[in-house]
C-alpha cells in the first residue's frame, strides 16, 4: 500500500455517555489518523455505535470532547458534522425507500449545493445548471460502485446487498474526509463481502478517504484495517494494529473468549 | 485520401474506406458515466494508429498473435482493429472464463501480448504467468485497483496509445505502409471453439472469408449506415466479430456498447438497435421478465394484455406476413399496437427491430410466436464457427419455426448419405490454428465442411436441422430417427419435462415420458384432481391423456413430414420418477442418457416393443437426503395414434 | 317496501337519465367543491409527510389567512398589497410554529405534536378575533378583480350555470398542484423533502437542516391555506364558521391516505362529487343535513376495500 498514515484528524477524549441510568459510553478516548482505515469492534452492546452516534453528533455526550480537524467541541450537530465532511452509513440501512438511487445519491450532495431558494422553487438557470455538474460526480460515484443497472431503480425495491452498497454510494457522494461505516458488511453473503471490502479499500487507497467501521467479522477486521480498538461495556479494553489487538489477553477475554 | 485507392479486401484498408467515406459520422458509441460517449471514423483511425504503433514500438510483429480479454468495450475492438492492421492476428477471448481455460488457449495460440480489459482479467493473466512465462506484455484498459501492481509486464492502454503516437510521430508512413501490406488471405481472427469434447480448437479465418460473407449478410436484410447495433454478446462468440465488427466496418453504421453487462436491457431500451441478434435463453428471459411485470401490474393493465395478446396471437403473425387477416382483427391490431405492442416494444428496446435473428439451438415455439406475433420480425440461422455462422437463413417473409431458411447465397449444402449436413462457402475457415489433423477430420477433399448436425431439405427447400449426426439412427425400415428431435418436440409442451425416444434398429419409436410437476400439478388443481406425490399424479388416468394428446400432435407434426413419417411415437409410458442426474440418468447439464436409462429400465423398453399393457417396476433411487431406497411401481402403457400423410395434411 | 327500493336504487338513477343537464350541473358543482376540499387536504398532506405531525390547525390557517386578508384591506390597505402581507404572515408564522412547537418537542410522540396543534388553532382563533373582531366579513372579491358574474353553457339539451369564480378557483388551485409536484419531483427542496419524509435519520446524516425543511412545509402550507382562503370566502363569507370545513379534509385524508398529493386531490373530488350527488338525488329520500355525514360514509365504504387509501403507501409496521 502506497499510502500515508497522517495526523490525527479525529480525537475523541473522555467521552462519556449514559441514557437514564444506562451506561453506554465510559471515559472512552479514540484517535483516528488522517487516510487511515480504523476500525471499533467489540461485543453487542459494547457502545460501538454509541461512539459513531457521538462522533457525527446524533448523541450528545455528558463528559468529554471530539475534536475534528483541529476544532475542540464539547458537543456536534450532525448539520455541522456533515459540514465538516463527516459522512456515515447506518446499521440498518437508512435509505431513502421510495427515492431512486439516483435521487439517493443526490441528497448526498445537499450540503454542496449552493443556489438559494427562489432558484431553487423556480428551478431556474443557476439551479439547473448545478443539478447537472452534480449528477456528473454523482455519475462517477455510480461508476466506482458499479451500480449503472440500478439507477432509476427505487430503492425500495433493490436487495439488501446492494441497498448497502447505495448507502455507501450516498455517503460518497458528500466527498468527505471522513467516512463512519457502521456495520457495512452485517447480513451479506460472502461474494458481497468481498465486493464491499473492496470498495472500502479503493475508497481509502483511491480518495485517501478516512475511514472509520464497526465490523463483527473478525477476519475482515483484520484485513481492513490499519488499527482497531476494542470496546467493552462501553469501555476501551484495547487500542492497537489487529495483530497486537488479536493477541492481547483482556480482547480474548471479554470479545474472542467469551462471546464467540 | 489516406491511402492512394482504398480497396476493401481487408479490414483495416475497410476502416479507412469508411473515413473516406463518412469521416464525421459515428462509427461507435459507449455508455460511460451515465451518458452516450461516441467517436466518428476519423477518430477511431487516430486511435486505432495510436494503438498499433504502439504494439509496434513494443515489438509486436506482422503474423503475431494478440488476445484481446474483456467485455465489449470500443478500446478492445480497437485493438483487434490495431492488431490486424500490423498483419497481426486478433484471439479474443472468452471473458468469464476461468484461469485454466484461458492457459490452454494463450498456449495453444502462442500469445505474447495481450489486452485485458479490467482487474479481473489481469489478475487471470498473472495467474497463468508462471505456466506461460512467453506472455510479455498486459495491457489493461481500466485501470481500477491496478495502481499498485508492479509486474513489470503489465502497461495501460493510455500508456501504449502515448508511445504509439510518439513513434507514429517520427515514422508518419509506418502505420499506412503496413495497412498496405495486409492480403485478404491473410488470417484475420482466431477465435476458439468449445467444442463438446477434448480441447477447443482455435478456428482461422481469413480476411477474405469474413469480409465475403458479411457482405452476403448486408445485402440480404439491407443493412446500411441508418442502422444501430449494441453488442453484448462475448467478443469470442464469432457472431460478434461477424455482425459487431465485420458488418459495421462493410456497412458503416454505428455499433454500440453497453454500459455495463448488468445494463443490457436499460441500454437496448435507449438505442433501440435495428438489427439484434441472442440466442433463444435470452429471448426466453426477456419474456420471463415480462410476463412477471405483468404479473405485478394493476388488473386493468393485465386484463388488456391478455386480450391484445389473444388478437396478437391470432392475428399478429399474418399481418407480420402480409397476408389475409379479418378486417376487425386488423383493426384490434391496430388498436393494440398502441395500447400494448408499442409499449411493451419500447419497454423492450425493440421497437426499431427491423430484423432480429435467434439460432445455435432449437426455439420453443410460443417463445418464437410471442415475438413474431407483437411484429417483431424475429428469424432464425443456422451456422458455426466454421463457417462463419452463414449458412442458412430465413428471409422476411418466409419464416418457419421448424427449418432454419435456405442455403445463403452462394452457400453449396449437401446431405451425405448418413445424413450429416456438409457444406462449402467463402466462409469455410482456413484451418484450425495449429492443428492439422483436426482439421483434415471436418473439411474433405472437396472442401465442403462436415458440420456434425444431420438434416434435411424439405419440400421448398428449407434446411430442416435435427439433431447431432452422431445420435441419429435409422429405423428397421431405414427411415431417419431422430430422438433428440422428437424429443424436443415433446419438451415444447409445458407438461412435458424430460422425454427418451427408443428405436434405433427397431420397428417403431417408442418413449419414456416425465411430466412437468409443476405444470401438470397446476393443472391437476383446476380440475380439483388430488395428488400425493410426482409417482401418483404420473399414474393418474387423465394425466396419461393429457400427455397422450400431447404426443398425438407430435405425431401429426411427424406425419406431415415425409421424412420422419415413419418415426412416429406409437407407445408410451410415463416414468414413476423424475430423471435425476443424481442417479446418473442425466448428465450434470441435464441431457437425458439414452443408452443408460435404456439399460437401466430395460424391462420397461421392452415391454413398450412387445405390446403388453402394463409393468411393474422396482427402482433404487436416492432421495434429496441423500438416503436411498426402493420405488415401485406399476405402470400403463400407452397407445398413441398414428396418422399417415394425407389425413396430417387435411388436419392442417 | 319495494317502493323504497325502488327510490333508492331506481328512481334517482331515472331522474339522472331524464336531465342530463341537471346531473352535470350537479357534477360540476361537485367537482368545485371537490377541489377545495383537496385544496385543504393538500395542506394537511404536505406537513404530515415532512414532519409526521398532523396539522389540526390547518382549517384554522385557512380562516387565518383569509381574515388577515380581508382585515388588512379594511384597514386600507390597497388589495395586492394585503395579499403580500398575508403571504409575510404566513411566512412569520410558519417560522414561529418551528421554533416554538416543532423544535421543542422533536423526538415527542405523534400525539403530543398532535395536541401541540390543536393549541395552535385555539391560539389563532384567539388572536384573529383580538386583532379583527368576530364578525363575519365579506371576501374582497371584487379589489382582488376575482372575476364575477357566471357563464350559461348549453349542454346536454339544456344549460349548465358556472360561476366564473368557480372556474378560476379550479384553474388556480391546478396551477398550484402542479408548481408543488413540480416542486417536489424536480428540485433540490423537493428531494429533501421528500428525503425527510422518508428518514430523518438519513436526512441529517446528509446535512439537510430539518428546521429549514419544517419551515418551508408549513409555508407552503400557508401559501395554500391562503388560497383556499380566498375561493372559499369569495363563495360564502369569511368567519370562524369556515373551520367547519377543515373538517372536512378528514374523509378526504382518509379516503387518499395521508402521504399521497395525488391521492388528497382525488379523494377530495370524490367526496365533493360524492357529496353534490347524494344531497340532490338521494337527499329528498333521507332528509335534509345529509351533507354532513355523508362524506364519511364514503369514505368509510372506501376503507372497507382499501384500508392504506386509494395512494397511501401500505401500512407496514416492522418489528
Same mark, same amino acid.
Given at each position: ?39 471499533i ?10 461512539l ?14 471530539? /475534536?475534528?480537524?483541529g ?24 435509505l ?11 441528497t ?9 431558494f ?30 449503472? #443497472? ?7 425495491r ?21 467516512l463512519?461505516?457502521?456495520?457495512p ?5 460472502l ?16 480518495f485517501?478517504t ?5 465490523e ?5 477486521v ?29 480482547v480474548?477475554?471479554?470479545y ?5 | ?9 481487408? +479490414? ?12 464525421d ?42 488476445a ?10 480497437? /485493438? ?31 500469445i ?10 489481469v ?14 506484455? !498486459?495491457?489493461?484498459?481500466?485501470p ?45 481472427v ?16 481469413t ?44 456497412a ?16 437496448l431500451?435507449? !438505442? ?11 429471448y426466453?428471459?426477456?419474456l ?27 392475428a ?8 389475409p ?33 435467434t ?26 464457427t466454421?463457417t462463419?455462422v ?9 419464416v ?11 452457400v453449396e ?20 490454428y ?15 465442411? #462436415? ?28 427411415t431417419?430417427?431422430a ?9 415444447f409442451?409445458p ?15 417408442c ?24 409417482a ?6 387423465e ?35 423424475e ?6 440418468e ?18 420397461l ?37 398414428t396418422?399417415d ?8 | 317496501?319495494?317502493?323504497?327500493l ?20 350537479t ?18 398532506v404536505l ?7 398532523f396539522? +389540526? ?37 410558519a ?24 393549541g395552535?388553532t ?30 350559461r ?9 358556472m ?37 430523518h ?5 446528509v ?14 402550507a ?10 372559499w ?18 374523509p ?9 398529493i395525488?391521492?388528497a386531490?382525488?379523494?377530495g ?7 353534490k ?34 395512494f ?8
Amino acid at each position: 500500500m502506497g499510502k500515508t498514515v497522517g495526523a490525527p484528524i479525529l480525537e475523541v477524549e473522555g467521552v462519556s455517555l449514559s441514557f437514564g441510568g444506562v451506561v453506554a459510553l465510559q471515559a472512552v478516548t479514540f484517535d483516528v489518523r488522517e487516510h487511515e482505515i480504523r476500525a471499533i469492534i467489540g461485543p453487542n452492546g459494547a457502545g460501538k455505535s454509541s461512539l459513531l452516534n457521538v462522533i457525527n453528533g446524533f448523541y450528545h455526550p455528558q463528559q468529554g470532547s471530539i /475534536s475534528f480537524k483541529g476544532r475542540r467541541r464539547r458537543q456536534v450537530d450532525p448539520h455541522e458534522a456533515a459540514q465538516a465532511g463527516i459522512a456515515r452509513t447506518f446499521q440498518n440501512i437508512a435509505l431513502f425507500r421510495g427515492m431512486t438511487v439516483l435521487d439517493n445519491l443526490m441528497t448526498g450532495r445537499t450540503l454542496k449545493m449552493t443556489s438559494n431558494f427562489l432558484q431553487q422553487a423556480l428551478y431556474w438557470g443557476a439551479a439547473r445548471r448545478e443539478e447537472l455538474e452534480h449528477r456528473a460526480k454523482i455519475e462517477e460515484v455510480i461508476d466506482f460502485l458499479e451500480i449503472q #443497472h440500478i439507477r432509476k431503480t427505487p430503492v425500495g425495491r433493490l436487495p439488501y446487498g446492494l441497498q448497502k452498497r447505495v448507502e455507501l454510494g450516498r455517503a460518497l457522494a458528500a466527498e468527505p474526509q471522513l467516512l463512519l461505516l457502521d456495520e457495512p458488511m452485517a447480513g451479506m453473503n460472502l461474494e458481497e463481502k468481498q465486493d464491499m471490502c473492496r470498495f472500502i479499500l479503493d475508497v481509502n487507497d483511491q480518495f485517501g478517504t478516512t475511514i472509520v467501521l464497526i465490523e463483527h467479522d473478525m477476519s475482515v477486521v483484520m484485513d481492513l484495517s490499519d488499527r482497531v480498538a476494542v470496546l467493552d461495556y462501553g469501555r476501551k479494553i484495547a487500542d492497537g494494529a489487529p495483530d497486537e489487538v488479536r493477541r492481547d489477553q483482556a480482547v480474548i477475554d471479554a470479545y474472542l473468549g467469551v462471546a464467540h | 485520401m489516406l491511402l492512394e485507392e482504398a480497396s476493401t479486401d481487408t +479490414f483495416p484498408r475497410l476502416l479507412l474506406k469508411q473515413v473516406e467515406i463518412r469521416p464525421d459520422r459515428p462509427a461507435i458509441r459507449e455508455k460511460d458515466l451515465g451518458i452516450w460517449q461516441s467517436w466518428t471514423w476519423t477518430q477511431v483511425v487516430e486511435r486505432v494508429r495510436a494503438l498499433a504503433c504502439g504494439l509496434a514500438a513494443q515489438g509486436f510483429r506482422r503474423g503475431d498473435r494478440l488476445a484481446i480479454i474483456g467485455d465489449n468495450r470500443p478500446r478492445l475492438y480497437w /485493438s483487434m482493429m490495431a492488431a490486424q492492421a500490423l498483419g497481426g492476428i486478433p484471439v479474443p477471448l472468452y471473458q468469464d472464463a476461468v484461469a485454466g481455460e484461458m492457459a490452454f488457449v494463450l498456449g495453444d495460440a502462442e500469445i505474447e501480448y495481450a489486452v485485458a480489459e479490467d482487474q479481473e482479467q489481469v489478475d487471470k493473466l498473472l495467474e497463468i504467468l508462471p505456466q506461460w512465462p512467453r506472455l510479455r506484455r !498486459i495491457y489493461f484498459d481500466d485501470p481500477r485497483g491496478l495502481r499498485h501492481y508492479a509486474q513489470a509486464e503489465l502497461m495501460s492502454l493510455d500508456s501504449l496509445e502515448a508511445i504509439g503516437r510518439d513513434f507514429a510521430g517520427r515514422n508518419p508512413e509506418f502505420f499506412l505502409d503496413e495497412i498496405g501490406k495486409g492480403e485478404p488471405s491473410d488470417v484475420a481472427v482466431i477465435l476458439y471453439t468449445s467444442g463438446t469434447t477434448g480441447n477447443p480448437k482455435g478456428v482461422s479465418q481469413t480476411h477474405a472469408a469474413m469480409i465475403r460473407t458479411a457482405g452476403v449478410l448486408v445485402e440480404f436484410d439491407g443493412i446500411g449506415k441508418g442502422d444501430d447495433l449494441l453488442c453484448y454478446l462475448p467478443m469470442a462468440w464469432v457472431g460478434d466479430f461477424l455482425y459487431s465488427y465485420a458488418q459495421v466496418h462493410i456497412a458503416g453504421f454505428c455499433l454500440n456498447c453497453p454500459e455495463s453487462p448488468d445494463t443490457v436491457m436499460t441500454d437496448l431500451r435507449e !438505442i433501440g438497435p435495428t438489427y439484434f441478434f441472442a440466442p433463444p435463453r435470452i429471448y426466453e428471459n426477456i419474456l420471463t421478465q415480462v410476463m412477471i411485470r405483468i404479473e405485478d401490474a394493476g388488473w386493468v393493465k393485465r386484463r388488456m394484455f391478455r386480450a391484445f395478446m389473444g388478437v396478437a396471437k391470432r392475428a399478429g403473425m399474418k399481418i407480420l406476413e402480409g397476408k389475409p387477416a379479418p378486417l376487425v382483427d386488423r383493426l384490434l391490431y391496430r388498436l393494440g399496437e398502441v395500447f400494448v405492442y408499442g409499449p411493451l416494444k419500447n419497454v423492450l428496446g425493440m421497437s426499431r427491430i427491423r430484423v432480429a435473428y435467434t439460432g445455435g439451438e432449437a426455439i420453443g415455439p410460443d417463445l418464437f410466436d410471442f415475438y413474431r406475433s407483437i411484429g417483431i420480425n424475429l428469424k432464425q440461422l443456422y451456422g458455426m464457427t466454421e463457417t462463419c455462422v452463414t449458412v442458412c437463413m430465413q428471409s422476411s417473409g418466409d419464416v418457419r419455426l421448424d427449418t432454419v431458411g435456405r442455403p445463403m447465397p452462394g452457400v453449396e449444402v449437401r446431405i451425405a448419405g448418413s445424413g450429416e449436413v456438409l457444406v462449402r462457402s467463402p466462409g469455410v475457415m482456413k484451418e484450425y490454428y495449429r492443428r492439422a489433423d483436426a482439421t483434415r477430420e471436418v473439411i474433405d477433399a472437396e472442401g465442403f465442411f #462436415h458440420t456434425g448436425d444431420a438434416g434435411y431439405f424439405d419440400a421448398d427447400g428449407h434446411l430442416k436441422i435435427i439433431d447431432r449426426a452422431k445420435d441419429v439412427g435409422k429405423l428397421a425400415d431405414g427411415t431417419l430417427f431422430a430422438p433428440k428431435y422428437l424429443e424436443n418436440k415433446l419438451k415444447f409442451f409445458p407438461y412435458i419435462k424430460e422425454a427418451v425416444c427408443f428405436g434405433d434398429r427397431r420397428e417403431k419409436v417408442c418413449a419414456f415420458v416425465n411430466i412437468d410437476m409443476a405444470a401438470v400439478g397446476n393443472w391437476a388443481e383446476k380440475r380439483n384432481l388430488s395428488y400425493t406425490g410426482y409417482a401418483d399424479l404420473a399414474g393418474k388416468p387423465e394425466v396419461r391423456d393429457l400427455v397422450r394428446e400431447c404426443v398425438e400432435k407430435v405425431n401429426r407434426d411427424l406425419a406431415a413430414d415425409p421424412a420422419l413419417g415413419n418415426s412416429q411415437i406409437r407407445r408410451f409410458l410415463i416414468l414413476h420418477k423424475e430423471l435425476d442426474a443424481d442417479d446418473g440418468e442425466l448428465t450434470r447439464t441435464r441431457k437425458v442418457r439414452r443408452r443408460f436409462i435404456g439399460e437401466k429400465y430395460d424391462s420397461l423398453v421392452n415391454a413398450l416393443y412387445s405390446g403388453e399393457a402394463g409393468c411393474h417396476v422396482e427402482t433404487q433411487m436416492r432421495f434429496e437426503d441423500g438416503r436411498a431406497g426402493t420405488v415401485s411401481a406399476d405402470l400403463a402403457i400407452v397407445d398413441a395414434k398414428t396418422f399417415d400423410d394425407a389425413a396430417a395434411r387435411k388436419a392442417a | 317496501m319495494t317502493h323504497l327500493l325502488y327510490s333508492i336504487f331506481v328512481d334517482p338513477f331515472v331522474q339522472m337519465g331524464a336531465a342530463p343537464d341537471l346531473l352535470a350541473q350537479t357534477l360540476w358543482e361537485g367537482l368545485v367543491s371537490g377541489v377545495l376540499y383537496a385544496l385543504i387536504a393538500l395542506g394537511f398532506v404536505l406537513i404530515f409527510k415532512a414532519s409526521g405531525v398532523f396539522n +389540526f390547525a390547518q382549517g384554522i390557517m385557512v380562516v387565518f389567512s383569509a381574515l388577515t386578508l380581508v382585515g388588512l384591506n379594511e384597514h386600507g390597505v390597497p388589495a395586492y398589497l394585503a395579499l403580500a402581507l398575508t403571504v409575510v404572515v404566513m411566512l412569520v408564522l410558519a417560522f414561529a410554529v418551528e421554533r416554538v412547537i416543532l423544535r421543542p418537542l422533536v423526538n415527542q410522540p405523534d400525539i403530543i405534536l398532535f395536541m401541540a396543534t390543536f393549541g395552535l388553532t385555539y391560539f389563532l382563533i384567539g388572536l384573529g378575533e383580538l386583532i379583527f373582531g368576530g364578525d363575519p366579513k365579506v371576501m374582497i372579491s371584487d379589489q382582488l378583480r376575482l372575476p364575477g358574474g357566471s357563464y350559461r353553457i348549453p349542454m346536454l339539451g339544456g344549460y349548465v350555470q358556472m360561476q366564473k369564480i368557480d372556474i378560476a378557483a379550479t384553474v388556480i388551485a391546478s396551477l398550484m398542484v402542479a408548481a408543488l409536484a413540480i416542486m417536489f419531483n424536480r428540485t433540490r427542496i423537493g428531494r429533501a423533502l421528500r428525503a425527510v419524509a422518508d428518514s430523518h435519520k438519513a436526512a441529517l446524516s446528509v446535512g439537510i437542516s430539518l428546521e429549514q425543511i419544517w419551515v418551508i412545509v408549513w409555508f407552503a402550507a400557508g401559501i395554500v391555506a391562503i388560497a383556499t382562503g380566498i375561493m372559499w370566502g369569495a363563495r360564502s363569507n369569511v368567519s370562524f364558521a369556515l373551520e367547519i370545513i377543515a373538517l372536512k379534509a378528514l374523509p378526504v385524508l382518509i379516503l387518499g391516505g395521508f402521504t399521497s398529493i395525488p391521492g388528497a386531490i382525488i379523494g377530495g373530488i370524490i367526496i365533493g362529487v360524492g357529496e353534490k350527488i347524494g344531497e340532490f338525488y338521494w337527499g329528498p329520500l333521507l332528509g335534509s343535513g345529509i351533507e354532513s355525514w355523508l362524506a364519511y360514509v364514503i369514505a368509510l365504504v372506501f376503507l372497507l376495500f382499501r384500508p392504506q387509501g386509494l395512494f397511501g403507501e401500505r401500512i407496514i409496521e416492522r418489528l
